[in-house]
């Protein structure tokens, strides 16, 4: 049985770009692993009980079968979705850090939602949304 989730795991291209980024977005990088044996470095983001955890990889280490599955999956992540309690707010803390929003605010299923473009937040489609009372 599932007891929750543990982590969210994104590749990034620029691993203190990303880091910096997402301190910008308001949340806090508790931890940043480096593992110069394998050419990985690690950075993790705790928002409630889950965290973020951005990935990146140096071009000058060799590719064994795992690290050869985990650069390949580049993309596959949908989205995540941040709840918030002041959507306007948060869209100009979002704005002020470089990310650009995809659309209008707009009905999601559980509260007012927006979209933010991929390009302007490290590749990853990110939601925000303000939980209806």
């Known amino acids: 049985m599932l007891k ?3 982590h ?5 291209e620029d691993f203190e770009r990303a880091i910096g980024r997402f301190k910008g ?3 806090h990088c508790s931890e940043v692993i480096e593992r110069k044996e394998t050419g990985m470095k690690y950075g993790f983001f705790p928002i409630g009980d889950t965290l973020i ?3 990146w990889f140096s071009p000058d280490k060799g590719w064994d079968p795992v690290h050869t599955v985990l650069r390949a999956q580049k993309g596959p992540l949908n989205h ?4 918030v309690d002041d959507l306007e707010a948060s ?3 979002f704005e002020k850090n470089g990310a650009k929003i995809l659309h209008s605010i707009m009905p999601g299923a559980h509260g007012r939602v927006v979209f933010f473009q991929p390009e302007t937040t490290e590749a990853v489609l990110v939601e925000l949304c303000e939980v209806k009372a």
């Not at 969210?8 to 990034?12: C, E, L, R, T």
């Not at 995540?80 to 709840?83: A, K, L, V």
């Open 80 to 83: 995540i979705c941040f709840e």
């Open 91 to 93: 869209i100009k803390e």
């Open 53 to 55: 955890e951005f990935l």
């Open 8 to 12: 969210i795991g994104i590749v990034v």
């Open 25 to 27: 977005f308001g949340l």
């Open 4 to 6: 929750k989730m543990r």
